[in-house]
């Protein structure tokens, strides 16, 4: 980040925005330039253009930013001024595309409160439609960034993610950050109970208590997603449900934290989440527009985790062994999954003990040595592949192995199947073990 690009008006409301923008270029050594747009309205008289009615207001405007940066200089800050006749968000867009900056910091300014702050407002539309990381700076903002002494420690950062391309592009920008300035970065996730239950294949959620096992599942799957975005496994994530009753709540969890900045991504539409968090937002929001999401280049890492379907057929069964095998060179864990027929009142407790039972009585023989470990899974559903699917979300396996039916020999060994319906929704890897695969255990150290 060589430059941060500051836009301000001339008002005492600027004071916070170039505070906040002059505590960043200090912690992270960036040059910081000061930009007033002179708005110069469409359609004006000819006769207010021709004399020197602009430049004696560009001159104006000069002096009143030249002594603003000039204060910004004493305190060791390079700062440069510019001042260019235009449209607001013209003039602030066209600057930014010329000098490329870091980092673009802008205010807000609320018409109808705070509620409003966004309505159609300069900062909105250059949201929308910048390709450059904003901090937008509320006009209540408060916080340690709007001091003119130098921070004490590092920066804290709040940052609100999810598993979109608007989430990974603010991963990728404090990637980029937190290896020029190493930062105090903490990450949140909301979720809305009834659609992960539903996902998960599991009951109604508690509106009081959180599922353990949706949060464990989440934090999972999320925590993956953060390693290979940010290059930091050992960033704290906090997942908590959200029930959409609360105003600004990454806003609220930010300021909880006692954050310095909050960071979200924007996928620039009006429904962005970018723009609901700084409505009620008392600190700055850096708000990164979603691109081509950088993906740093990763090792290939070995399967560890198998999930296993039968249904306790012959065919269902071959399936056993060759997910077995997989593991008998470095060991890992094995879920055997069974979807049983639901029953009026739900699965019988006898009868799904019997079911963990019958699985375990599947597990070939000396898996121990290997040191491969097995847990069963039993669901009940109607739909059998959307209950493998719900599962294996769960469970969050490397692989996938289950069996074909091979109804009509081995080139179309899933079509019209359960395998199939899997396949096709499966957000993991799928191994079909077609109908023909009768290889027993015991010669997998000869074949692999």
Not at 57 to 72: K, Q
Not at 117 to 134: C, K, M, P
Request: proline share 7%; with cysteine.
């Amino acid at each position: 980040m060589e430059t941060i690009l500051c836009a301000v008006d001339l008002s005492e409301a600027a004071r916070p925005v170039m505070a906040v923008a002059a505590s960043l270029a200090r912690a992270w050594h960036a040059r910081l330039e000061l930009l007033h747009v002179l708005h110069v309205p469409p359609g004006w008289p000819t006769e207010f253009l021709d004399g020197n009615v602009i430049l004696d207001l560009r001159r104006e405007a000069t002096a009143a930013l030249e002594s603003r940066a000039a204060a910004l200089r004493a305190t060791g800050i390079d700062v440069r001024a510019v001042v260019v006749p235009d449209l607001v968000d013209d003039g602030i867009l066209k600057h930014a595309r010329a000098t490329n900056p870091g980092l673009l910091v802008i205010g807000t300014h609320a018409r109808h409160g705070l509620a409003h702050v966004f309505i159609g407002g300069t900062a909105e539309r250059i949201i929308r439609t910048t390709t450059w990381a904003v901090v937008v700076v509320p006009p209540a903002a408060r916080g340690r960034l709007l001091s003119n002494e130098p921070l004490a420690g590092r920066i804290k950062i709040v940052a609100g993610i999810d598993l979109s391309p608007a989430s990974d592009a603010a991963l990728g920008w404090l990637r980029r950050i937190d290896h020029q300035a190493r930062c105090d970065l903490g990450l949140v996730h909301l979720y809305w109970p009834p659609r992960e239950h539903e996902r998960l294949g599991l009951g109604h959620p508690d509106p009081f208590e959180a599922e353990p096992e949706v949060t464990a599942v989440l934090a999972r799957e999320l925590g993956t997603h953060v390693a290979m975005h940010l290059g930091r496994a050992d960033v704290p994530l906090r997942v908590r449900p959200l029930w959409g009753s609360e105003d600004d709540p990454l806003a609220w969890e930010a300021e909880t934290d006692d954050a310095d900045l909050l960071v979200v991504g924007t996928s620039q539409r009006r429904a962005s989440t970018a723009l609901g968090a700084i409505r009620g937002a008392h600190l700055p929001v850096v708000c990164v527009p979603a691109g081509r999401p950088e993906v740093p280049a990763g090792r290939l890492m070995p399967v560890r985790t198998v999930l296993i379907t039968t249904d306790f057929s012959p065919l269902g069964n071959a399936a056993i062994a060759e997910g077995y095998r997989l593991l008998m060179r470095g060991g890992g864990h094995v879920v055997l999954l069974h979807v049983a027929e639901p029953g009026p009142l739900g699965l019988d407790p006898d009868r799904r003990n019997e079911i963990e039972t019958c699985l375990l009585a599947l597990i070939p023989n000396g898996m121990d040595r290997y040191a491969i470990r097995t847990r069963t899974l039993v669901v009940d559903d109607a739909s059998c592949a959307q209950a493998i699917i719900k599962a294996i979300r769960r469970v969050g396996p490397d692989l996938v192995v289950m069996s074909s039916h091979g109804r009509s020999g081995l080139r179309r060994a899933v079509r019209g199947s359960v395998a199939e319906d899997v396949m096709r929704a499966s957000p993991k890897p799928v191994l079909v073990v077609p109908a023909s695969s009768d290889v027993p255990i015991e010669s997998a150290d000869d074949r692999m």
